[in-house]
């Protein structure tokens, strides 16, 4: 009988130990587990779309090797228009599958879209990302890591700063009153939505901020905006704000219920039109007449 009870001690001290060791095996594997599924936001080092900073350029948008990524004021509509055969090779597409972004950005600012000629390209709040491929020696050649040549070609080329609150857009626009179509490089905001000037504000710098208020400003939604960073082609200095009372109109581009701050550019303040929905690209407001006041794109 002491045999089988002394078997039996040896047994459960030798699962006991099983148990044990089993334990530690198991805190190890979630301790494993825990590190390698942690957020993408918190593992910069495998983003897959970047950060990059230059003294003169500020922060601005990298592949994963750091090649510079630049938007083109041309695509203010969303659509890739860089197709003629001189720019298409000048200017590649970029294209990420599987998209990773450090915390610094947001990944719902990134979505893909389609060329027409049936290519994948990754868009950055709504504009389409390329790379800057010059020619060289004959063969268009992508520019190296960390180099940004590209920016301000043709003021409509430009790298891409998360931090820009204007960007510039380039599109044929109708004159609402001659209705004549021209082409017009203007201000937008960073998602491509139109901003205006209104020719009353030019008239009577004085009055700007009860210039266009009550029902103007339900048709005329005032641009608020601290001081941004903009593009190399822009002047930040050519940029503040005044005053403005509250406004409790809802409208598309928000509800306002306090006195904001309205941004202006070379002393003119800035204005969305409701006719144009907060909807990117729409240029429903150049030279409209609108109750005797003219509104104009603003141009730089």
């Not at 099983?18 to 957020?39: E, I, T």
Request: glycine share 8%; aromatic share 10%.
């Amino acid at each position: 009988m002491a045999k089988f009870d002394n078997f039996i001690l040896r047994r459960f001290r030798s699962l006991g130990l099983g148990l044990a060791l089993l334990g530690a095996l198991a805190v190890s594997v979630v301790g494993c587990k825990k590190d390698s599924s942690a957020p993408v936001e918190d593992q910069d080092v495998v983003a897959t779309v970047k950060l990059a900073n230059s003294a003169t350029l500020g922060t601005y948008l990298v592949d994963a090797n750091g090649n510079t990524l630049y938007i083109f004021a041309r695509d203010v509509d969303g659509a890739n228009t860089c197709t003629s055969a001189t720019c298409n090779p000048l200017w590649p597409v970029y294209y990420e599958a599987n998209l990773k972004v450090p915390k610094a950005l947001k990944a719902s600012d990134f979505a893909t879209k389609t060329t027409a000629d049936g290519r994948p390209q990754t868009t950055y709040k709504g504009w389409p990302l390329y790379y800057f491929a010059p020619a060289v020696g004959g063969v268009y050649t992508r520019e190296a890591s960390g180099v940004t040549s590209g920016d301000a070609i043709g003021g409509v080329w430009h790298v891409v700063n998360p931090s820009h609150g204007v960007v510039l857009a380039n599109k044929v626009v109708e004159d609402k009153t001659t209705h004549v179509m021209s082409a017009k490089t203007y201000l937008a905001d960073a998602q491509g939505r139109t901003l205006y000037f209104f020719a009353k504000d030019n008239a009577s710098p004085t009055t700007q901020p009860t210039n266009c208020t009550g029902g103007c400003a339900a048709i005329w939604p005032a641009f608020y905006s601290s001081v941004p960073a903009v593009p190399s082609t822009l002047k930040g200095s050519d940029f503040a704000t005044i005053t403005r009372d509250p406004s409790t109109t809802a409208g598309p581009y928000g509800t306002t219920t306090s006195t904001r701050e309205q941004l202006t550019y070379k002393g003119r303040p800035l204005y969305y039109y409701a006719g144009d929905n907060a909807t990117r690209g729409k240029v429903e407001g150049h030279n409209l007449n609108d109750s005797g006041d003219q509104w104009f794109v603003a141009t730089p």
